[in-house]
């Protein structure tokens, strides 16, 4: 069974920093890709960024720039390090993980709230 777990959200100003953490119970380099979704209310989940297994990352334009992604394998940890927060920003941010390509399974976190405002 794969667990993630994400941590790091929180109340931050316009400007201002976070970085989210997504800590997997497995080594992440079984995993083909993992990526860092989010949702605002009344919104769909959209994708955010996404690291493969041979380290190509992709990120959304609405963040490029502002965020990055990157990995720690002694950790078995994704983070998400995101700048310039702006209140668009703000959103669930979830973590995924699949294991192989072309896999329709896909595993979750649970979650982290990230609030961008004044």
């Known amino acids: 069974q794969v667990q993630l777990v994400e941590s ?3 109340l931050v100003q316009p ?10 119970s497995r080594n992440i380099f079984s995993f083909y890709i993992m990526a860092w ?7 769909q989940r959209d994708l955010v960024a996404s690291i493969t297994r041979g380290g ?5 334009d609405s963040v490029k720039g502002r965020f990055t992604i990157s990995r ?5 940890t994704v983070y998400l390090q995101m700048d310039s927060l702006q209140p668009e920003d703000t959103a669930v941010y ?9 896999d329709r399974r896909a595993y979750w976190g ?8 004044s």
């Open 37 to 43: 979704y989010r949702q605002a209310p009344g919104k």
């Open 15 to 24: 400007g201002g920093s976070l970085r989210l953490s997504c800590a997997a």
């Open 56 to 60: 190509s990352t992709h990120y959304a």
């Open 72 to 76: 720690d394998k002694a950790e078995n």
């Open 110 to 117: 649970q979650g982290t709230q990230v609030t961008v405002s």
């Open 94 to 102: 979830f973590c995924k993980a699949v294991l192989r390509q072309f």
């Open 8 to 10: 790091g959200g929180g």
